[in-house]
Nanobody, 124 residues
């Protein structure tokens, strides 16, 4: 069992930055691919970014490429999402997810463990 707890959300002006954190506890953290999804109000949960346990590979949704950076600190069992140049369309609840071997890393149903989510609102 893996427990995931997100933090770092809040209200930010367009063009601003936030860093989200996802702290994991339970099984060996380094075995899991870690991924961020987001769910805007009234919409489906979409892939944002993912990173492998070795940090050798990171992939991003086109909508956030060049603005968001995913990273992980295996010693702290934590994965981060640095979000820069935020836009109103980035407003959503952001979720951290974990899976050992997801069939499709960008598909929410591939993941076994989820955090409770942290809300990000980008508005002036």
């Amino acid at each position: 069992q893996v427990r995931l707890v997100e933090s770092g959300g809040g209200l930010v002006l367009p063009g601003g930055s936030l860093r989200l954190s996802c702290a994991a506890s339970g099984r060996t953290f380094t075995r899991y691919r870690m991924t961020w999804f987001r769910q805007p109000p009234g919409k489906r949960r979409d892939f944002v970014a993912t990173i492998t346990w070795s940090e050798s590979s990171a992939y991003y949704a086109d909508s956030v490429k060049g603005r968001f950076t995913i990273s992980r600190d295996n010693a702290k069992n934590t994965v981060y999402l640095q979000m820069n140049t935020l836009r109103p369309e980035d407003t959503a609840v952001y979720y951290c997810a974990a899976a050992e071997n997801p069939g499709r890393y960008d598909y929410y149903a591939s993941y076994d463990y989820w955090g409770q989510g942290t809300r990000v609102t980008v508005s002036s």
